[in-house]
């Protein structure tokens, strides 16, 4: 069987920036980590695996016109853009229109906690997306072994899914259409993803591909699937 085209991004390979308050792994080229083989995946240029210390507060510059995912895995996140607060915890996804030279700002509310959440930076033309924010909720409990579609709009130019499985668990991920991109993160656990063995915090990026089969290897594994292009 013909291997479909595609790329690994390993996590042990990612950049890592680290400070008092914060601990950012960066799947592409991001700030000050810069590696020729991390440029951006078609629009998909940021990728930011960031942990918060308890009451700190972080920055994030926005260096392209853009659609921001942020995603709680542990805690939650405080986020204020443009004035505006966001909170938002685990089970739930913020999307944020952002524009070239924003800045935001990124809390954790727990005093006593670190919290992780995974960043997603998508470019797009700020002249075309009206919609500013939204805010999407899904739950995993209740929607085992089975990739869910958390985020599909015609106002987007992306959908996003997720799903926890057992060990040897399948689901195929249809494209919309085979001239998309697909990108999978795997928040924790393993897969194999078209024959690809994917561990927790690596990337995949495939392209050229009608769907995708993922087998979850363990128990408990989490994959995020991002289908972008449109």
């Known amino acids: 069987m013909e291997r479909t085209p595609g790329k690994i991004f390993l996590a042990d390979e990612r950049g890592l920036t680290e400070t008092s308050a914060l601990r950012r792994y960066s799947t592409f080229n991001f700030e000050k980590y810069y590696n020729e083989y991390r440029a951006p995946f078609g629009n ?8 918060i210390v308890g009451g700190k507060v972080t920055f994030f510059l926005c260096k392209e016109d853009s659609l921001q995912v942020f995603m709680p895995i542990t805690g939650g996140i405080d986020i204020v853009a443009n004035g505006k607060e966001f909170a938002l915890e685990t089970g739930q996804v913020q999307v944020l229109n952002t524009g070239k030279g924003e800045v935001l700002e990124i809390s954790n509310p727990y005093q006593n906690d670190v919290i992780n959440y995974i960043q997603f930076g998508i470019k797009t033309d700020m002249f075309l997306m009206r919609a500013s924010e939204m805010l999407f909720g ?3 409990e209740k929607n085992q072994n089975q990739l869910l579609e958390i985020i599909s709009s015609p106002k987007l130019p992306f959908k996003l899914s997720a799903g926890i499985f057992a060990d040897r668990e399948e689901a195929v991920y249809k494209m919309q259409s085979p001239s998309h991109q697909f990108y999978a993160f795997i928040i924790d656990g393993a897969f194999e ?17 009608g769907q995708i089969k993922l087998e979850a290897l363990s128990n408990n594994a989490i994959a995020v699937v991002l289908e972008f292009g449109f």
Do not use: V
């Not at 998909?44 to 942990?51: K, T, V, Y």
């Not at 690596?202 to 392209?207: N, T």
């Open 193 to 209: 993803i078209e024959g690809r063995l994917m561990h927790a915090r690596d990337g995949l990026a495939l392209w050229d591909i």
């Open 138 to 140: 899904f739950d995993f």
């Open 44 to 51: 998909l240029f940021l990728c930011n695996d960031e942990s």
